[in-house]
């Protein structure tokens, strides 16, 4: 019968299951969902780049929350009022409004994480 100090231990020749650093920056990690989540791919579309625009020309290029007039589009947002959670259906029929990046980042973010809805992809 072997010792156990004699026995090399299995957990370190196993391969990790889990990415549990994740990407380090923040273009590793959205190249990392736009790998990983289908709703993210769906923003790269041109019928969602198409839906977008008339949203921003509908607000006049106006923040819904802070009422700041962005001209540069790069600086504003087409958020989903209703979070999808990668529902298509949500995701494509709405309804949506115009944010500036700030009030999106911080106050609509603030927001979602308070709804006591469950976080994750529903179908």
């Not at 989540?37 to 625009?53: D, F, G, I, M, P």
């Not at 947002?77 to 298509?88: A, F, L, S, T």
Request: charged letters at 30%; hydrophobic letters at 30%; a positive charge.
């Amino acid at each position: 019968m072997a010792k156990l100090a004699n026995l090399k231990p299995a957990l370190s020749s196993m391969p990790p299951r889990l990415n549990v650093a994740g990407p380090a920056d923040e273009r590793e990690r959205s190249a990392f969902r736009s790998r990983t989540e289908v709703s993210q791919r769906w923003y790269n579309s041109a019928k969602w780049k198409k839906l977008r625009l008339g949203v921003l020309l509908r607000d006049r290029f106006t923040c819904r929350i802070c009422g700041k007039i962005e001209p540069r589009t790069s600086k504003l947002i087409c958020d989903h009022i209703v979070p999808h959670r990668g529902n298509e259906e949500l995701f494509w029929s709405g309804p949506f409004q115009c944010l500036c990046t700030s009030c999106h980042s911080s106050k609509k973010q603030a927001e979602e994480r308070r709804d006591p809805t469950p976080r994750g992809v529903w179908y």
